[in-house]
């Protein structure tokens, strides 16, 4: 039997770094919400479901703005997320019914495309966990707290780690599930993806899938110009 596919996409944040009254998902990109775009990019792709977790105040505009106004049929659920992205994405998890593989995804990050779902689906397929990067192209440096260069990775084996991130349902479920009963110990260890949550609390191998340079993530008013150049690009 055919294997079924859920995407949760994250929507729940405040956007500070961005520091603009909408919150970031929402701000128009080509007269369009940035999270109209990311959650196109599953509407047009053979993933099964989407289920999208928003603030608690946001639930009605999503949906009657978003989902039902550009018919993203796709979209079976909308949940309120928590206060932190790991809270949201267990809100996504505990929604979700039924299904063999989920792919999370920030609802800030628009252009997503359907190489990078292929590649996703195919390497989840295989490795039951993986997430999307890209080679870095600045090199990184650890720092010492007291802000002196410490030590130097080599730039080869260093990834910046994008979205998608997918697993099977039961290993993201339970990795989730122990984190969260815990959650007081590990709040303040800057849990920023799902593959730290695998790696915390599982010894099962995330597998590093090759994204692209123009899936950003909308963090701050920089990203929002180059991501005005790129929709632009899209509309040719
Ligand atoms: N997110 C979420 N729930 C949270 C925090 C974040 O659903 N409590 C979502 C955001 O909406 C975003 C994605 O997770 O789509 C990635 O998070 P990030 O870029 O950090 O967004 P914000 O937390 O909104 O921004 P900031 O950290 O600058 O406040
Ligand atoms: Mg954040």
Avoid at 116 to 145: F, S
Avoid at 175 to 183: I, L
Wanted: hydrophobic share 35%; proline share 3%; with cysteine.
């Amino acid at each position: 039997m055919d294997k079924k596919y859920t995407a949760i996409v994250l929507a729940a944040g405040k956007g500070t770094r961005m520091g603009s009254k909408t919150h970031k998902q929402y701000l128009l990109l080509n007269d369009k919400p940035v999270l109209y775009y990311s959650l196109k990019a599953f509407q047009d792709s053979d993933i099964d479901e989407i289920i999208l977790v928003t603030g608690k105040d946001e639930v009605s505009y999503c949906q009657k703005e978003i989902v039902d106004k550009y018919r993203l049929t796709k979209v079976v659920k909308t949940v309120e997320g928590g206060a932190e992205r790991y809270d949201s994405v267990f809100c996504g998890l505990q929604a979700v019914e039924n299904t063999d593989y989920v792919l999370i995804h920030d609802g800030a990050r628009p252009f997503l495309d359907g190489q990078i779902l292929e590649r996703c689906k195919k390497a989840v397929q295989k490795d039951g966990a993986c997430v999307v990067g890209m080679p870095t192209k600045d090199t990184i440096k650890i720092a010492d707290e007291k802000g002196y260069a410490a030590d130097t990775p080599r730039r080869d084996l260093v990834w910046n780690i994008q979205t998608p991130q997918c697993f099977t349902y039961p290993l993201i479920y339970n990795a989730y599930k122990e984190m969260m009963s815990k959650r007081a110990e590990y709040q303040n260890q800057n849990i920023t993806d799902d593959a730290m949550v695998v790696e915390y609390f599982s010894k099962h191998p995330v597998k590093l899938v090759e994204g692209s340079y123009r899936n950003i993530k909308i963090t701050t008013p920089e990203d929002l110009q180059i991501a005005q150049l790129f929709v632009e690009e899209l509309k040719k």
